[in-house]
């Protein structure tokens, strides 16, 4: 009994540190460049732009590839391969020699990321009885939120001594966690049947690459230049013809019936919905402080963090109560807090610093709308699959994530391009209020989420599963 209790233990430690470090590295690279550009000194920012870009864009893209794979050859399988890629690419990003080297090794991260992600909720929620999933939720959430907190002064204080350290410290963990996990995870159930469509799956990674390429370059390249429009119009055609082929295959990417359930279908609309505020508070705040406040990066970073640690406070609660009252309750109240918190940062804020009585509070208001909306975004998105559609549920909904961010980031990035002025960073805010409204109100037009019954016990194959649940 000692022994499978401290199996479990490690098992839940192994996924959510995959979950931390691939958490912090979406955004610790950010409070890097200055220090790169010490090292590469003859790049632009445009340039070291895709330190950035080609790890969105190879993590989008292989995110529900990824989840589909390990729904049908294991979780356990394809999140220690995603582990060990990951952690074995960041040795060479940190001992890349020139800027093309490092681009390229950050995009094989942004593989292993992709292949961690969705099947790290699955696993995790193997881990906990049906009636302790919101705990589980919870957990998986807040440890994000830890790395997103962590990534900035974590990054700041690296960046101080090199660069490099920012993916030195992946190795450790990522280390231990793989060698714990071959060990602590079990196996889950794969599927049987038909080949997946390898074309499909193709085609989907590289539309959705193009699309996040589109909205991450789009305006370095210019929003009318032949580049932009080419990968807008193969993007949508790609998106297409996934969808045309999906009616047809025997084994699609994605299933038709998964994109007909009410709540993941607004789960996702809310989760893309909710991280173009998030893009447009992460890249908004930081510019604020260091160019408005001219506050140092590491300053401005430490000055940030009470709002993602408000964030991992309230996360695990959250999970609790969605369970209890609702994710669509609990996801309106949080959405409607992170609203609040950019309205606060709206009105409040001006060109004399004022941190504990102008930004603390719309970062401590925000970040708990942060924390509340989280494990009701991932609730809605997955909760309504049966068990084996997890993975491809995560991966839908990491990927609704992701594209939301690069639309926050490139939305703001128009805005304040130039020398920003008051007038400029109160539209940046406002563009998060509304945002995060749309997010709340997507999730409280689903209504009370019904967990999928378990296997064994609805009979029928995993198909009629998926068809049930998206007759709900």
């Given at each position: 009994?000692?022994?499978?209790a401290?199996?479990r233990?490690?098992?839940?430690?192994?996924v959510l540190?995959?979950?931390?470090?691939?958490a912090?590295?979406?955004?610790?690279?950010?409070?890097?460049?200055p220090?790169?550009?010490?090292?590469?000194?003859?790049?632009?920012?445009?340039?070291?732009?895709?330190?950035?870009?080609?790890y969105a864009i190879?993590?989008?893209?292989?995110?529900?590839?990824?989840?589909?794979?390990?729904?049908?050859?294991?979780r356990?399988?394809?999140?220690?391969?995603?582990?060990g890629?990951?952690?074995?690419?960041s040795?060479?990003?940190a001992a890349?020699?020139?800027?093309?080297?490092?681009?390229i090794?950050?995009a094989?991260?942004?593989?292993?990321a992709?292949?961690?992600?969705?099947?790290?909720?699955?696993?995790?929620?193997?881990?906990?009885?049906?009636s302790?999933?919101?705990?589980a939720?919870?957990?998986?959430?807040?440890?994000g939120?830890?790395?997103?907190?962590?990534?900035?002064?974590?990054?700041?204080?690296?960046?101080e001594?090199d660069?490099?350290?920012?993916?030195?410290v992946?190795?450790?963990?990522?280390?231990a966690?793989?060698?714990?996990?071959?060990?602590?995870?079990?196996?889950?159930?794969?599927?049987?049947?038909?080949?997946?469509?390898?074309?499909?799956?193709?085609?989907?990674?590289a539309?959705?690459?193009?699309?996040?390429a589109?909205?991450?370059?789009g305006?370095?390249?210019g929003w009318?230049?032949?580049?932009?429009?080419?990968?807008?119009?193969?993007g949508?055609?790609?998106?297409a013809?996934?969808?045309?082929?999906?009616?047809?295959?025997?084994?699609p990417?994605?299933?038709p019936?998964?994109?007909?359930?009410?709540?993941?279908?607004?789960?996702?609309?809310?989760?893309?919905?909710?991280?173009?505020?998030?893009?447009?508070?992460?890249?908004?705040?930081?510019?604020?402080l260091?160019?408005?406040?001219?506050?140092?990066?590491l300053?401005?970073?430490?000055?940030?963090?009470?709002?993602p640690?408000?964030?991992?406070?309230?996360?695990v609660?959250?999970?609790?109560?969605?369970v209890?009252?609702?994710?669509?309750?609990v996801?309106?109240?949080?959405?409607?807090l992170?609203?609040?918190?950019?309205?606060w940062?709206?009105?409040a804020?001006?060109?004399?610093?004022?941190?504990?009585g102008?930004?603390?509070?719309?970062?401590?208001?925000?970040?708990?709308?942060?924390?509340?909306i989280l494990?009701?975004?991932a609730?809605a998105?997955?909760?309504?699959?049966p068990?084996?559609?997890?993975?491809?549920?995560?991966?839908m909904?990491?990927?609704?994530?992701?594209i939301?961010?690069?639309?926050?980031?490139?939305?703001?990035?128009?805005?304040l391009?130039?020398?920003?002025?008051?007038s400029?960073?109160?539209?940046?805010?406002?563009?998060?209020?509304g945002?995060?409204?749309?997010s709340?109100?997507?999730?409280?037009?689903?209504?009370?989420?019904?967990?999928?019954a378990?296997?064994?016990?609805?009979?029928?194959?995993?198909?009629?599963h998926?068809?049930?649940?998206?007759?709900?």
């Amino acid at each position: 009994m000692r022994s499978d209790a401290l199996r479990r233990g490690m098992s839940i430690a192994v996924v959510l540190v995959g979950v931390f470090i691939s958490a912090v590295d979406m955004l610790i690279v950010n409070i890097a460049f200055p220090s790169m550009q010490e090292s590469f000194s003859s790049a632009s920012l445009t340039d070291l732009s895709w330190v950035m870009s080609a790890y969105a864009i190879t993590f989008a893209a292989l995110l529900l590839p990824s989840g589909r794979w390990a729904d049908r050859s294991g979780r356990k399988r394809v999140f220690l391969l995603g582990l060990g890629l990951f952690t074995a690419v960041s040795a060479a990003c940190a001992a890349a020699p020139d800027l093309e080297v490092l681009v390229i090794a950050r995009a094989l991260q942004g593989v292993g990321a992709a292949l961690m992600a969705p099947s790290s909720l699955g696993l995790l929620l193997g881990l906990f009885p049906p009636s302790r999933r919101g705990i589980a939720i919870g957990l998986w959430t807040a440890v994000g939120g830890v790395g997103s907190a962590a990534a900035l002064p974590l990054g700041g204080l690296l960046a101080e001594i090199d660069w490099r350290w920012v993916f030195v410290v992946n190795l450790p963990l990522g280390a231990a966690a793989l060698l714990i996990g071959g060990w602590s995870l079990h196996r889950s159930a794969t599927e049987a049947g038909p080949v997946p469509d390898l074309l499909g799956i193709a085609v989907l990674a590289a539309s959705v690459a193009a699309v996040v390429a589109t909205i991450s370059q789009g305006q370095v390249w210019g929003w009318g230049s032949a580049q932009v429009i080419g990968l807008s119009v193969a993007g949508a055609v790609g998106l297409a013809s996934t969808v045309r082929r999906g009616l047809r295959h025997p084994a699609p990417v994605i299933e038709p019936a998964i994109l007909r359930i009410r709540p993941v279908a607004l789960g996702n609309i809310a989760t893309g919905f909710f991280f173009v505020g998030v893009g447009a508070m992460a890249m908004s705040t930081i510019l604020f402080l260091t160019q408005v406040w001219r506050h140092s990066t590491l300053r401005g970073a430490l000055e940030i963090a009470p709002g993602p640690l408000s964030a991992t406070v309230f996360a695990v609660p959250s999970g609790i109560l969605a369970v209890r009252y609702g994710a669509h309750l609990v996801g309106l109240a949080g959405g409607v807090l992170f609203a609040a918190g950019g309205l606060w940062w709206t009105f409040a804020l001006d060109a004399t610093p004022d941190f504990t009585g102008h930004f603390l509070p719309g970062a401590i208001i925000g970040g708990i709308g942060f924390g509340l909306i989280l494990p009701p975004l991932a609730a809605a998105s997955t909760l309504s699959l049966p068990p084996e559609r997890v993975a491809t549920g995560t991966g839908m909904s990491s990927m609704s994530r992701q594209i939301g961010m690069a639309v926050g980031v490139a939305v703001i990035a128009s805005v304040l391009d130039g020398v920003p002025g008051l007038s400029d960073f109160r539209t940046a805010f406002m563009i998060m209020t509304g945002a995060s409204l749309v997010s709340g109100l997507a999730l409280f037009a689903i209504g009370p989420v019904r967990p999928s019954a378990p296997p064994g016990t609805g009979g029928g194959n995993q198909s009629a599963h998926v068809t049930q649940a998206a007759t709900r």
